[in-house]
């Protein structure tokens, strides 16, 4: 089991530089979750509010604990999930009627949010009621250490998303304090040919990033030979998020989004 870990991050590693060797309009980002590998212990979670320095409150990726099916027929699930990254995403039309360039679609596929345009309750109000994936966070600029005898270092150190140096600084309102925020599929980490951070913490080895225009990719390798479900796809969002649903039938995890959803 380790040496299979390794082999698929050294292998997702290759893919991105791949990748990355390519003009940005020839790459096809995207997230491929095995279900079935998912064991429920959130280190995805805690790794993704280290690497973007997450205030209270602000939780890129979740990861549900769903019950499936009536006694004694149950089934128990574990649902990873983060902003799917949409081809037609509702939230870019909705925050960019309000503010124009708020919401960008990148041509790899990304979902980008501009800080210094995304701010403010209004346009994060219109986004996250136009997203059907509760992906939107807003920043209040709280902090987890504030009601102790000094702020800690690892709040106040930098986060570098979209490839920017950021600050929190108590009492400033500058971004990312007063914005929205989301995941970004880790921008930063594949612009230095590092997979997300969340995909390289999993401890069950559930989770997979790579260019889906790429043949020779482990993401392209597994949704060609494994089944796969997108959720919500029924809306026409085209999300980029695809779940390995293993044992788990497709009605199953409907029901199971469902749960979350209602
Ligand atoms: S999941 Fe929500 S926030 Fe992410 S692209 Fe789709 S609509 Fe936008
Ligand atoms: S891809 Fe990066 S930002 Fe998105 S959930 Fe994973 S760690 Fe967080």
Redesign the pocket.
């Known amino acids: 089991m380790p040496q299979l870990q390794e082999d698929a991050n050294v292998r997702m590693r290759e893919d991105v530089k791949r990748a990355l060797s390519k003009p940005v309009e020839e790459r096809s980002w995207v997230m491929v979750i095995d279900i079935e590998k998912c064991i429920g212990c959130h280190a995805c979670t805690i790794s993704c509010i280290a690497e973007n320095v997450s205030p209270p409150g602000v939780t890129y990726r979740k990861v549900f604990d769903i019950e499936t099916g009536e006694y004694p027929d149950v089934k128990r699930l574990f649902m990873p999930t983060n902003?799917?990254?949409?081809d037609n995403?509702?939230?870019?039309k909705a925050a960019n009627a309000i503010v124009p360039g708020a919401i960008e679609k990148r041509p790899d596929g990304i979902?980008v949010l501009n800080y210094k345009k995304f701010r403010g309750k209004k346009v994060f109000e219109a986004a996250t009621i136009?997203?059907?994936?509760t992906?939107?966070y807003y920043d209040d600029g709280s902090f987890y250490t504030q009601n102790t005898p000094k702020l800690e270092s690892y709040e106040t150190r930098p986060s570098f998303e979209y490839g920017k140096k950021w600050i929190r600084k108590k009492g400033k309102d500058e971004p990312p304090i007063e914005t929205g925020r989301?995941c970004h599929f880790c921008l930063h980490r594949l612009n230095a040919g590092m997979v997300p951070a969340c995909v390289t913490t999993c401890t069950g080895r559930a989770m997979y990033f790579g260019d889906l225009n790429d043949p020779q990719s482990l993401v392209a390798e597994l949704l060609k030979n494994k089944p796969s479900y997108r959720v919500n796809e029924n809306l026409g969002?085209k999300?980029r998020v695809y779940y390995l649903h293993g044992t788990y039938t497709e009605k199953e995890l409907k029901e199971g989004c469902a749960a979350c959803h209602e």
């Open positions: 902003c799917m990254h949409c995403p509702p939230c870019a979902v136009a997203c059907p994936y992906a939107f989301k969002t999300p």
